[in-house]
């Protein structure tokens, strides 16, 4: 059978795309690399890798066993951890993904306290748009995740958070000079910039059949903050969005926020986790945590949104 020294062998390979960088890496001669790597080639009766002259280049069952060996290792990992801290002390690696908006609201506070309440615990945070933190989830890359309108799946466990209103954002030329409410109807007559189609999409409102209708009429979709800020600024078109997201901007005055009616968007912040992994001290602490600095930035109007609690 595989053993966790052959996986860690053939992850070094993977991310460095060569025998030589691996070894380098690792200490461990090339030939080594080489032989395990045949070993594990000749039990899958599969190539894992191209032999080119310039590296390694992972066929389709190689990028296969790179998901499956960083999923294990990472599991050993947290295992070892877990099990030899007798003393249920705080400690260990712990990663974090949030959706952007998390991460403006309670991303500095919520690091600088786990630094200074935790500092045994080796933090990870990671910093995506919208649904995109739950495939770093499933893939073992991150440990708990706050992500909005998360889909139905039995791998992960979900929790909402708090629930925000939803407002169009955009240059006075494009949404006018006023701050009165604007219609889902007159919404769709507006040249829409909408984040791209898929999980991230997803994160701008619960209702996907009203969501449809945007993505049909966006004239741009992009996953790139800066780049939908910089549009927008621009006058080439208006987001869907809260007003946390494009606060620099409110503040400044270049850029309107109008509320969303008939119907009102919402949009829904769900704290995740894997299904299948149990937690660790250190994830129980970090989870907690989190869920404090959601509520204070809530409660403190720094975060414009409901608070909700699991059903």
Known sequence: MLDSRQLQYFKAIYEHGSLAQASAQLRVAASALSHHLGQMEARFGTALFQRKPRGMVPTAAGHRLYD???SILRAMEIAETDLTDREGKISGPVSVGMAHSAVKAIGVPFVAQVVRDYPAVQLALTESLSGMALPHLLASE?????????PNDLAFQSEPVLEERMVCVGAPAIIGESEAPITFAELLELPIILLRQGVSARAIMDDITLLKKIEARAILQMNSVQAIAGSIEAGLGCVIGTRLFMQEQLERGTVRARPIISPVLSRTLHLCHLAARPPTFATE???????????RAVTSGEWDAQLVSAK
């Open 68 to 70: 499956h060996a960083r």
């Open 142 to 150: 991150v440990d708990l995740a706050l992500v909005y309108n998360p």
């Open 285 to 295: 602490a970090i989870r907690e945590m989190l869920l404090q600095h959601v509520r």
